[in-house]
């Protein structure tokens, strides 16, 4: 069974862009969170998608935005990029949203803003 | 909120040796899960082992296994026979039970290293 796959693996974007960041759940996954982990921050909580709608979303300004597909892939924005945004953006999916289950982790993409 | 500490930032062990990772949590919530997740230099977060929190019994898998103590709301992580795949950056993570809250809060984080 494949597991959650993120693309693409590096991104360099300068300030002001817009990055576009992709991840795919394991098969038969309807939830997909989405994590940033920036050096001296850590791990946090950045959205939460199921069945296509936005269920919860951290402490995060407006411009970090996303969305879920019908077939469960998602796709997280981030507008008018700044310095700060540069970090590791770990996608996750789990099977049962209200059951806590278990979220599985893809390898991440790499976000340098210059 | 929740809150999840880890207050030892690095740790060394002897290969074929028994390490522990501390991590205590404060929550006000009955009913929520534990993790330990695993991030090797590779970078890929891999879970280790869960821990629900109505259950008494310690969670184990293989050489991994935890001390939960729901009282004392600390949730260690014992590994046995250390191996030098075990050297990563290990996560303890906090999950409300249910509704809009599944979400994965973390701790800092500590790095094992496992020397030959």
């Known amino acids: 069974e494949a597991g959650v796959t993120q693309s693409p693996t590096h991104l360099i974007k300068t300030r002001g862009q817009q990055a576009t960041l992709r991840c795919s759940p394991i098969?038969?996954?309807?939830?997909v969170y989405w994590y940033q982990q920036a050096l001296g921050l850590g791990l946090q909580f950045l959205l939460w998608?199921?069945?296509?709608?936005?269920?919860n979303r951290g402490n995060f300004p407006p411009r970090f935005s996303g969305r879920q597909f019908p077939n469960y892939s998602s796709e997280l924005n981030v507008n008018a990029l700044e310095l700060e945004d540069s970090a590791l953006y770990l996608c996750?999916?789990?099977?049962?949203?209200?059951?806590?289950?278990?979220?599985?982790f893809g390898p991440g993409t790499r976000l340098t803003v210059l | 909120a929740q809150t999840v500490t880890q207050s030892q930032p690095e740790m060394s062990v002897q290969e074929a040796e028994t390490v522990t990772l501390s991590c205590t949590y404060d929550t006000s919530e009955s009913n929520y899960y534990l993790f330990w997740y695993k991030q090797p230099p590779s970078r890929q977060m891999i879970l280790v082992i869960r821990q629900e929190a109505y259950k008494q019994q310690n969670a184990t898998e293989n050489r991994f296994s935890v001390n939960f103590q729901k009282a004392a709301k600390s949730f260690s992580l014992k590994i046995s026979d250390s191996q030098l795949g075990d050297t990563a950056m290990y996560f303890c993570?906090?999950?409300?039970?249910?509704?809009?809250?599944?979400?994965?809060?973390f701790g800092k984080g500590i790095t094992l290293s496992v020397r030959p």
């Open positions: 996750a999916s789990s099977l049962y949203q209200l059951a806590g289950d278990t979220q599985y």
């Open positions: 998608y199921d069945e296509g709608e936005e269920r």
């Open positions: 993570a906090f999950m409300k039970r249910g509704g809009a809250n599944s979400k994965l809060t």
């Open positions: 098969s038969g996954h309807t939830s």
